[in-house]
């Protein structure tokens, strides 16, 4: 598939889900997806940020993306959450990948499953729903473990 195809795959996938998630599921801190973007961003808090993606390595993924610019607070934050792992794990049903990437600022909590954007219909709407499902989950258990966090770190 040619990448100016691709590009505009990704735009009508992200729109579609844009929609949908500020519409219907009120999510807040949507902004209009960026052209051409193999994933849409979300924010959360000054930090955090939710991300609804598709990797290269044939990947759908939703992540929760620390970054509040300073290498030791972003650290701090991800290891006090990490704490709780078990606990959290359990409300999604599913194991969470926890990467600290302890070589970069940025540390990264995500669930995903096989998938491109290259697949029929039938399976881009089923990968929306789950990134639907997916995104309200991240934003219901880890919202409320955000404050308990940030609460003791300001």
Sequence with gaps: M?????SE???????ALYDEITERHHF?????????RPYYVFT???GIRYIAGFDRTGRVYTSLVINFGGYEKN???????????????VKFKVPLYWARRDDIKSSVISISLDGTIDADESKLEAFRAWHIASLLKFKAVFDPEIQTVLNPLR
């Design 44 to 46: 959360s808090s000054r």
């Design 28 to 36: 807040t801190g949507a902004y209009r997806p960026i052209e051409g």
């Design 2 to 6: 040619k990448s100016g195809a691709k």
């Design 75 to 89: 650290k701090n934050f991800f290891d006090t959450l990490r704490k709780r792992e078990s606990e959290i794990d």
């Design 9 to 15: 795959r990704y735009d009508t996938y992200f729109q």
